[in-house]
């Protein structure tokens, strides 16, 4: 009976079964090496990458579960790429098992991708238990040789308000396998500062990368790396976690991240002075700013003011300097107090803003104005009348503090006119006088008319006395009974008039209200307009005479009236013209004037009366009086107040005159010179003049002599100011406000030494003269106080950059032309080598035609063999240098030189420059293009250009050496610094320009070759070969005596040559000297220097 097998007694056999079959694959698996790769890099360490430009590929295989006896060999381990299999270069073992390693230096690079590779491990053989090879799974190495891509999208680059907005992508994955974005850099191009860096990226970034995406950034640069203004020029580098790394495009952009900047206020209407009363003024900011502000961003804030973040009303630009603004408050409300702070709210167009507290001190004025005259010009016994048609009212008011304006003074003048304001203002001395100019009609005396003042207000409100007073109307003139006219000298009145003699005048006049008498003197003194200048009573050269002076009350209106000139000229005048005018004190004028004796009466107008006479000359006057004074021209356009902390000094010519024919002036005598006293100053120098007189510290005058006469002398007068530390203050020059200058009298006294005829006078004449000396500020204080920010400008000029940078290439070229002056000296030797080995060869032919000193002469001739073999390799070796040389001084040999194009070109130019400037046809033709600029230009002559570039930077270091130096010191004017600036860049450029003019040129390099060859003595040597040789140029070929003299000479002049060029290069190495100018302004205090020049508006 069969048993009955069980399903589950089935399976279990089956899976036995199973086991024993797969025992021998089992057991040979166990018994072989496990492969696993732990390391697959490159330098860098990063795990399966390389760097595919050049890296050192480094595989580390682990072999484990290795049997008890069995050892790792590296040939038992191999890596296989592609169809190439190579060992490993070492096995260790570790706990863990054999490891091995496998390093290949990339040196050359691999090609980018991604590259498979296998590690295959073989057992040694006759290992016990060994069964076969283990073989690992492939392995992949990715090698990235590309560097991340930079990409600006549209709009890369703006400002918008006090930031920087950028828009770019970085994409390392562009060119696969991606290694990772590690870093990048925005820098500033110009100046390399780092801007902003951004280095936290993930371990494998290849996504790209977007900067507006960056929530750190939010697409704007940081705001602690943004400040000046201008064109920014900026960069990405961006690199990848294998370092390659590559820089985008510059992006150019304009920004502007300074601030505004308030720097001075002022309330124009009140100067320094404040009243007690609320007071309006324009509120002036000025504030500096090279972008636009509008008025609307401009706001200004003060507690004692209307002011509350209020606009202001227009900013402009002002003309003398386009950075600064002038923005205005039109009218602002001040309550009074000792100081006014505003707080200034600027922002400029682009966003930036600035706060700034501004403040203006003043000084309480509680002194009211003072109305010490009104009325008339004339009055009589304190009584003022008028006329019928023009009459003159004048106000004289005295204010001591904040000063007096026309628009604050009105007056009520009844039947004269309505209620007006002056016609015209004025400061004369103490008093601020004004004047009206009215027009009335009146027909009879009966009607009196009443003034009055009602508004005298000074500058900060105070309110003076307002007088009122009547006039009484005068229509009727004076009436001339008797006049008489005589000359007077040593006290006694004469019937007839000579030099010297005064005029009297007497007269008896029927009047009944005071009068007033003028008289023309201007064809009977010299002097006349300069001793009567002109007032609102009379014009220049016209003499005035008070009635109550000069007059005397006989009955109720007649009058005795007797008053004398100033002294007559001297010398005979024919036909001398007096004019005579009466007024009274209404201003009526006198009329039908009287014939007389002694004169003749020649009036065309009724109104006054002309009379003429002969003026007698005196011999041997004690006291002549021949000229007079003429025109005084300052031979400056004025005296820079901005330079007056040192002395200055101005050159006036004054023009004499004379109405003698007979007159000349011999020589003349400076005695004096000093300022004018303000009760001397007339009507044309009142209201232009300062408050005080700058002191004349020295005084000459030159061009005063004249042997053979002069009848017009114009000695010029050198006039020597003191110093002075502060002169708005020494001039009363307000701070606020314009100030186009000032001029001040002074008058200088001269002693003029004259003939008449032959005859010499004995006396000298004293002749005054009046000068109006200009006083003023100059151009440069207008446009800019501070004369480092000229300077700056200068140093940082466009022309300045390039020839610092030029420099480096000028230092260059002299360093390869100091060491090419050596191979001159090598050249100079084998010169005197060759003439030496000269004299050898006519030796030995000598010796060995005489027959018995044959072997002397084969001697001899052996030396000279031997002399010219040694020297075939130094030739060889100096004739490329020379092509060097030829380059760097522009002289290439068109037929030696591989640069032939460009020496025949250069050949060309330099040889047209010789024929057109005559130089060639006088033998003293240029070597080089470097001795011309324009030359230079045409033959392209590099080094010739650099040269020229230095020379003219230097001639702008000059200028600025000036300015930085001499100025300051007390050297130099800004004028003259100017001036020699322009007379140097004259040169520069119009000299070489003379060159080409044909001879012209030629002479004047002629004569600086023997101007140099008689200071120099190697000069005079080259001068006396020329000569030596000159004269076996033009002879036959026979060695006389004058071949071995220029052969002398010619050895003579190299062997000093050599010494030279030694002696000098021992002293004058490149750098050694440098640039005299150039060195010394780099040490400029620019914060220390301030100063103005040419005349301004201040």
């Known amino acids: 009976m069969k048993s009955k097998i069980q399903p589950l007694q089935k399976i279990t056999a089956l899976f036995m079964i199973y086991l024993i079959l797969i025992l021998p694959l089992s057991s040979a698996s166990a018994l072989a090496g496990t492969v696993t790769i732990s390391k697959n890099s490159g330098q860098k360490g990063l795990a399966n990458f390389l760097d595919a430009q050049d890296d050192v590929w480094t595989v580390e295989a682990t072999i484990s579960n290795l049997q008890n006896d069995e050892t790792v060999a590296p040939e038992n381990v191999q890596i296989k790429v592609g169809a190439i299999q190579k060992n490993f270069n070492s096995c260790s073992v570790t706990d863990a098992g054999a490891v091995c390693q496998y390093l290949e230096p990339l040196t050359g690079g691999i090609s980018p991708g991604t590259h498979t590779f296998n590690i295959l491990y073989t057992p040694t053989v006759g290992v016990a238990g060994a069964a076969g090879t283990a073989d690992s799974k492939a392995g992949i190495i990715n090698a990235d040789g590309a560097a991340p891509e930079i990409t600006f999208t549209q709009g890369n680059a703006k400002q918008e308000g006090d930031k920087v907005k950028l828009s770019f992508t970085i994409n390392d994955n562009a060119h696969p396998p991606c290694i990772g974005l590690a870093k990048y850099t925005i820098l500033d191009a110009d100046s390399g500062a780092v801007l902003l860096t951004k280095e936290d990226f993930s371990e494998k970034s290849c996504i790209p990368y977007v900067f507006a995406e960056d929530a750190a950034h939010n697409s704007y640069l940081p705001l602690a790396s943004l400040d000046g203004e201008g064109v920014r020029r900026l960069k990405i580098i961006a690199e990848d976690r294998l370092g390659h790394s590559t820089a985008s495009s510059v992006v150019s952009l304009l920004t502007d991240f300074v601030k505004p900047e308030p720097m001075e206020m002022n309330f124009t209407a009140f100067g320094k002075f404040l009243g007690v009363n609320e007071q309006a003024s324009p509120l002036v900011v000025k504030i500096r700013e090279k972008s636009n502000l509008v008025p609307t961003k401009v706001l200004a804030t003060a507690v004692q003011t209307t002011l509350d973040k209020t606009p202001a009303n227009s900013c402009t630009r002002t003309k003398a300097d386009p950075n600064m603004w002038e923005c205005v408050w039109s009218a602002v409300r001040v309550d009074p107090a000792s100081s006014i702070s505003v707080l200034i709210s600027a922002t400029d167009v682009i966003g930036n803003t600035a706060e700034t507290t501004l403040a203006q001190n003043f000084v309480t004025d509680t002194d009211v104005p003072v109305v010490e005259y009104f009325g008339p010009l004339l009055e009589s016994n304190n009584v003022g009348f008028v006329q019928s048609g023009q009459n003159t009212i004048v106000a004289k008011i005295r204010e001591q503090g904040s000063g007096m304006a026309s628009q604050n003074i009105l007056a009520q003048f009844g039947s004269l006119g309505a209620i007006q304001g002056p016609s015209e203002c004025a400061q004369e001395g103490d008093l601020f006088v004004c004047y009206w100019f009215l027009s009335a009609s009146f027909t009879s005396t009966s009607e009196d008319v009443r003034i009055s003042l009602v508004k005298v207000v000074d500058n900060v409100g105070n309110q003076a006395s307002l007088p009122q007073r009547d006039l009484i109307v005068d229509i009727t003139p004076p009436s001339l009974e008797k006049i008489e006219l005589f000359g007077v000298s040593s006290g006694a009145a004469k019937s007839y008039f000579q030099s010297g003699d005064i005029l009297r005048i007497s007269a008896a006049v029927s009047e009944a209200n005071g009068m007033f008498w003028l008289i023309d003197l201007r064809n009977v003194v010299n002097d006349a307009e300069t001793l009567f200048p002109a007032s609102k009573l009379n014009a220049a050269g016209w003499q005035t005479f008070k009635g109550e002076d000069v007059c005397t009350q006989n009955e109720e209106k007649s009058w005795n009236c007797n008053f004398e000139t100033a002294a007559m000229k001297s010398g005979l005048v024919k036909n001398a013209l007096v004019t005579l005018q009466l007024r009274d004190a209404a201003g009526n004028l006198a009329v039908n004037w009287l014939e007389t004796v002694n004169v003749e009466k020649r009036s065309s107008k009724n109104d006054e009366g002309k009379y003429a006479f002969d003026i007698l000359a005196v011999k041997d006057e004690e006291n002549p009086d021949y000229w007079s004074a003429g025109t005084a021209k300052p ?96 001039l009363g020059i307000p701070n606020d406000g314009s100030f186009s200058g000032v001029n001040i009298p002074y008058t200088c006294q001269l002693k003029i030494y004259s003939r008449l005829g032959n005859t010499a006078l004995g006396n000298a004449e004293t002749q005054d003269v009046d000068l109006l000396v200009p006083f003023a500020f100059s151009a440069l204080g207008g446009i800019d106080e501070n004369l480092a920010q000229k300077i700056k400008e200068m140093t940082e000029s466009d022309f300045m950059k390039f020839a610092d940078v030029l420099e480096y290439v000028n230092d260059a070229i002299q360093w390869i032309n100091y060491i090419l002056g050596f191979m001159q000296i090598i050249n100079d030797v084998l010169a005197i080598y060759s003439l030496f080995n000269t004299g050898l060869q006519a030796s030995a032919q000598a010796l060995e035609n005489t027959g018995f000193l044959t072997t002397v002469g084969a001697a001899l001739r052996g030396q000279c063999v031997v002399a010219e073999v040694s020297q075939e390799g130094l030739w060889s070796v100096l004739e490329y240098i020379q092509v060097i040389a030829q380059v760097f001084s522009c002289s290439s040999d068109p037929e030696k030189n591989a640069l032939s194009w460009y020496g025949k070109w250069q050949n060309t130019v330099l040889k047209a420059y010789n024929e057109l400037s005559g130089r060639a046809l006088l033998g003293v033709p240029a070597q080089t293009p470097l001795e011309n600029i324009y030359i230079s230009m045409a033959a392209v002559c590099v080094p010739g250009l650099v040269y020229n570039v230095h020379k003219a930077r230097e001639i702008n270091c000059r200028k600025i050496f000036c300015y930085a130096k001499e100025i300051p010191a007390g050297l130099a004017t800004y004028d003259s610094c100017d001036k020699l600036y322009d007379l140097q860049m004259c040169e520069f450029w119009t000299g070489p320009g003379v060159d080409l003019i044909p001879l012209l040129g030629g002479f004047a390099d002629l004569g600086k070759i023997l101007k140099n060859a008689g200071t120099n003595p190697l000069g005079l040597i080259k001068i006396a070969e020329i000569v030596a040789c000159a004269a076996v140029c033009f002879t036959d070929t026979t060695r006389g005596a004058g071949y071995f003299a220029c052969k002398a000479t010619y050895g003579l002049n190299k062997l000093l040559n050599i010494i030279n060029t030694i002696a000098n290069a021992v002293e004058q190495t490149p750098g050694s000297t440098g640039t005299a100018y150039c060195d010394a302004i780099e040490d400029i205090d620019f914060d220390a220097l301030t100063g103005q020049t040419q005349l301004a508006v201040k």
Do not use: H, W
Request: charged share 20%.
């Open 635 to 730: 031979l400056l356009a004025f005296v820079d107040l901005d330079a007056m902390v040192m002395p200055l000094r101005i050159p006036i010519q004054i023009s004499l005159k004379t109405d003698n024919l007979n007159a000349r002036a011999l020589a003349v005598e400076l005695v004096s010179c000093n300022p004018k006293q303000e009760g001397e100053v007339g009507e044309e120098t009142a209201g232009t003049t300062a408050s005080a007189s700058p002191e004349i510290g020295r005084k000459l005058i030159y061009g005063n002599i004249f042997p053979d006469g002069s009848a017009e002398p114009k000695p010029i007068v050198m006039l020597e100011f003191s110093p002075i530390a502060d002169v708005r203050s020494f």
